[in-house]
């Protein structure tokens, strides 16, 4: 059988074994017939909250959230429904846009005229947050389980703040958006060292579609409770990146629909444990780069056989990539588990080691393999992988090597996807 995968803008077809494979995708919604009615009645009709135009007024400076680069987040449709809402209240340029970088490299004017229109970036403020600005950031002294809180001076110094953003399953945050676009979207590097720290990375809550008990969670809520939000808006998207549904209101009201409904399409029993699992970063941008695709190599963790054989193919068109530490802290050490020691090692703060983190333990149940078109075979080497060209020959070979009943799960959408064991 062929099965198209996820894989850059263009997909990457193989050839399985009919009987040995089960494929496992996310229920399919349809996009919505009109989404600039689906987005502006989500903020006219918020949860929790007035409409979106009600607490507008003349004068106010507004500061808005939005994901990076390397999210899916349908940005300029979600832009122009909120703008619509304060068309007449507050000029465009009293709107700061702030791109919720994290600890992410900045995006290039041309990637902002791509992800936001040249209308936007034409009539609103938009900056690029940089976590490593201290002049940027605002102490807020110490929240939580003791994070140190910097965030963002102009989203803190704003007079009507709203957040929008995309809901998916997340790899150890439970879920994307909601106050995650605030913490550690707009957060100051000690803030994201601490909330992805090895012992919150390490807990057994931190992971797919866990909210309540989630140390990471609890933490991201404390500072976005504390700080404030005037309003939220997240999508659900389709296996298209289409809006399917919108949710606007107050943070955690619109975060708790918008959660129930992403683990509803994209959460999906299986029955058994597999010997050979491939996945993917979901295409384009999400799998631009390796870092970006453990996630993918996570999705498949939850259902691998302890020893078996997870095939990742991701682009990974942006390299490893060659900027932030990714790339650095895997060359530190010889072996995933001298890496993992490394980043559990108390008192071990570095940018990205959660990724790090989470590849090592992963690699401590699973083999990992890489179909990828930018990164040859020395460089997966370097990072504790090995390359594949040949996705097909490579599940062949290892159910073989398995025996005849061996079976591959396949997620064509990767993260997508969260396959669990009922």
Not at 327 to 333: D, E, G, P
Not at 383 to 397: F, M, P, Q, S, T
Request: hydrophobic letters at 45%; glycine letters at 8%; proline letters at 7%.
């Amino acid at each position: 059988m062929r099965v198209k995968l996820a894989y850059g803008s263009d997909g990457l077809e193989v050839e399985l074994p009919e009987d040995r494979t089960t494929i496992v995708v996310p229920r399919h919604r349809p996009a919505a017939a009109d989404p600039a009615s689906v987005l502006r009645g989500a903020l006219r009709t918020p949860l929790g909250s007035v409409p979106l135009r009600d607490l507008a007024r003349s004068g106010q400076r507004v500061a808005i959230s939005v994901c990076d680069g390397t999210r899916a987040q349908p940005r300029r449709p979600m832009l122009e429904a909120v703008l619509g809402e304060l068309e007449g209240r507050v000029p465009p340029e009293d709107v700061t846009i702030l791109v919720a970088t994290g600890t992410h490299r900045v995006n290039t004017q041309e990637e902002l005229a791509s992800m936001l229109g040249p209308e936007i970036l034409a009539s609103c403020r938009v900056v690029n947050h940089d976590a490593r600005d201290a002049a940027s950031l605002r102490d807020l002294g110490r929240m939580g389980a003791d994070v140190p809180v910097f965030l963002n001076r102009e989203w803190l110094e704003a007079d009507l703040r709203i957040t929008t953003g995309f809901v998916e399953p997340h790899f150890f945050a439970g879920f994307s958006g909601g106050p995650k676009m605030i913490a550690p979207g707009l957060a100051g590097l000690e803030t994201v060292l601490t909330l992805h720290d090895a012992a919150r990375i390490g807990h057994p809550r931190a992971t797919w579609g866990m909210i309540e008990g989630n140390p990471l969670q609890d933490d991201i809520r404390v500072i976005a409770r504390a700080t404030g939000c005037d309003f939220a808006c997240d999508v659900v998207l389709n296996e298209r990146q289409e809006i399917t549904s919108a949710y606007g209101g107050e943070l955690f009201a619109m975060h708790a629909a918008a959660c129930a409904e992403a683990k509803r399409v994209a959460m999906q029993p299986v029955t058994r444990p597999f010997e050979v699992v491939v996945t993917t970063n979901s295409g384009y941008p999400l799998d631009q780069n390796l870092y970006q695709a453990v996630k993918g190599m996570s999705a498949a963790a939850q259902v691998v056989a302890p020893g078996g054989l997870i095939v990742c193919a991701a682009e990974c068109r942006d390299g490893l990539p060659d900027h932030g530490k990714f790339a650095q802290l895997l060359a530190a050490r010889d072996t995933p588990a001298e890496l993992l020691a490394m980043v559990e090692t108390p008192g071990f703060r570095e940018p990205d080691q959660w990724q790090v983190q989470v590849q090592a333990r992963i690699q401590q149940r699973a083999r990992v393999v890489m179909k990828t078109d930018y990164l040859g075979a020395e460089r997966l080497r370097a990072a504790h992988l090995e390359a594949v060209d040949d996705v097909g020959a490579a599940v062949r070979d290892a159910l073989d090597a398995a025996g005849p009943d061996a079976r591959v799960c396949v997620l064509p959408e990767g993260p997508q996807t969260i396959p669990y064991l009922a």
